[in-house]
């Protein structure tokens, strides 16, 4: 005998339901083994569904419980748009970001979504879009080389960094760093990003840099000394020689800077500005090797545009307080907040400088800023050398 589907067999049950409920003992028997022949159904199973109320339908067919979804696709699609928008940033940070990323979208005319679709994105909790986005999420997880080579000519005139020599609540007090763009292999010449980031406020600006000689380094330093809202109080840097050299020694003694270095091995000692590293300076250029100042002058047109887009539309956490209980260290982190909010909040900053900081703001497009870094990255790629 042939198998029936599950229709068939529902349409055979639903004709004898009726009839089997009626039935005597014995008429119930006879519809049972009727059935059980016809369907190749159990005896136990039969006699279940001829007795239910109403007729048997499959799971799928079966109306789902609890409330109906708040967000519904048009939400979804329009979060993963700013999602991408916004670096494939945390759920914390995109939630914090996404107030002022719509209004710089329906100021420029970029905005394509309804208004009920803005204020439930408006409104949505960090969690909930991680769950929404949690299909979308690729790992994007690279490592890279450490080109770091100790300078020891000057390290006993230079601090290692201590929690007393630096005022953190205040700008200006910034973490340095050099990422190599040298590919697979160290050997020859090749270009450096010099990384630069207040702890404050997390706002970040880097220059990419022929090699990792001192004076193109020191020339990048003064160069992004020149951008900063506000100016330098204190510098960090790992001891690497392109960094621990009386040039940046002699600036720093002439301009009363403080210049401290990390512990040798001790990544933590500048975590600030490794996380940027990775965040603005690998997720971006990557990993391919570059040479010559062409590659230079490219890289410096593409963090032009990086430096607006990162310091007044990406979020930044700060690490709150850090405790130990046994082995395990709990952390806790602040509220997200972009380092052009942070800086409109601080005493220390000018009213000139705030308001010249909301014109910038006001004037930028994100959406155009991303195309142009689409372009911009394109004809950067193009320069990459084969490892």
């Not at 990048?220 to 840097?237: E, N, V």
Request: charge should be positive; proline fraction near 4%.
């Amino acid at each position: 005998m042939a198998k029936l589907d599950m229709k068939t067999r529902q349409k055979i049950i639903e004709r004898q339901r009726a009839k089997y409920r009626k039935a005597s003992k014995k008429g119930k028997g006879e519809i049972l083994d009727s059935i059980c022949m016809t369907t190749g159904l159990s005896r136990d199973r039969a006699k279940k569904l001829l007795a239910e109320k109403k007729p048997a339908h499959p799971p799928s067919m079966k109306n789902k419980s609890g409330r109906k979804p708040k967000y519904g696709i048009i939400v979804r699609q329009a979060l993963e748009e700013i999602w991408k928008l916004m670096d494939y940033a945390s759920g914390k940070r995109l939630c914090a970001g996404i107030g002022d990323m719509l209004d710089a979208l329906i100021r420029s005319g970029e905005c394509t979504f309804g208004k009920e679709t803005q204020r439930l994105l408006r409104e949505m909790s960090p969690a909930t879009a991680d769950r929404s986005l949690e299909r979308a999420r690729k790992d994007m997880l690279i490592k890279g080389k450490s080109t770091t080579k100790p300078g020891t000519l000057l390290k006993k005139a230079i601090d290692n960094r201590r929690g007393t020599d630096w005022n953190e609540n205040k700008p200006g007090f910034m973490e340095i760093d050099l990422v190599a763009h040298c590919g697979s292999t160290t050997a020859g010449d090749y270009v450096n990003t010099l990384d630069v980031t207040d702890i404050h406020t997390g706002w970040t600006e880097t220059r990419a840099v022929l090699n990792k000689a001192r004076v193109h380094v020191f020339a990048a330093l003064l160069k992004i000394g020149q951008q900063l809202p506000f100016p330098y109080r204190g510098i960090d840097s790992d001891n690497g020689s392109e960094f621990i050299n009386f040039h940046l020694k002699s600036y720093c003694d002439k301009e009363d800077i403080i210049f401290t270095r990390a512990r040798p091995y001790k990544k933590n000692d500048s975590c600030y500005v490794e996380q940027k590293n990775w965040h603005v300076v690998r997720r971006n250029i990557g990993y391919s090797r570059y040479e010559g100042r062409k590659a230079v002058d490219a890289m410096n047109e593409y963090y032009a545009l990086l430096r607006l887009y990162t310091n007044f539309f990406m979020p930044h956490m700060k690490l709150a307080s850090k405790t130990k209980d046994g082995d395990t260290v709990r952390k806790r982190y602040g509220e997200p907040i972009t380092p052009y909010r942070r800086l409109l909040a601080d005493g220390s900053i000018a009213k000139e400088t705030k308001a010249e900081l909301t014109k910038t703001f006001l004037s930028l497009n994100p959406v155009a800023l991303k195309r142009d870094m689409v372009k911009l990255h394109k004809k950067l790629s193009k320069m990459a050398i084969p490892s």
